[in-house]
């Protein structure tokens, strides 16, 4: 079993910076890709990025791409979302997941996912 807890949402201007963190625990973190997606209301969950296990490699959505950083600090079990000139677009709950089998870019495709946590940017 996998645990994670998604933080640091919260309410900014458009143009902000916001940082999020999630901390795993439950099995050997770095063996595993870990994701960011985001739902917004009444709109379908969509794939933000993707850190691969080693951190090497980093996949994103092209919306994000430029503005937003996926990184991940193994010893700490930690991995992060750095997002910068945030929009009134990137309003959602972001979820981050884990044990991934088959496409990254596929929620369907991720086995354990944190609860989430709101990022609003307003206009």
């Known amino acids: 079993q996998v645990q994670l807890v998604e933080s640091g949402g919260g309410l900014v201007q458009a143009g902000a910076s916001l940082r999020l963190s999630c901390a795993a625990s439950?099995?050997?973190?770095?063996?595993?890709?870990m994701s960011w997606f985001r739902q917004a209301p009444g709109k379908e969950r969509e794939f933000v990025a993707m850190?691969?296990?080693?951190?090497?490699?980093?996949y994103y959505a092209d919306s994000v791409k430029g503005r937003f950083t996926i990184s991940r600090d193994n010893a700490k079990n930690m991995v992060y979302l750095q997002m910068n000139s945030l929009k009134p677009e990137d309003t959602a709950v972001y979820y981050c997941?884990?044990?991934?089998?088959?496409?990254?870019?596929?929620?369907?495709?991720?086995?354990?996912w944190g609860q989430g946590t709101q990022v609003t940017v307003s206009s």
């Open positions: 439950g099995r050997t973190f770095s063996n595993y890709a």
């Open positions: 850190v691969t296990s080693s951190g090497a490699g980093t």
């Open positions: 997941a884990t044990n991934l089998r088959g496409s990254y870019r596929r929620g369907e495709n991720y086995e354990y």
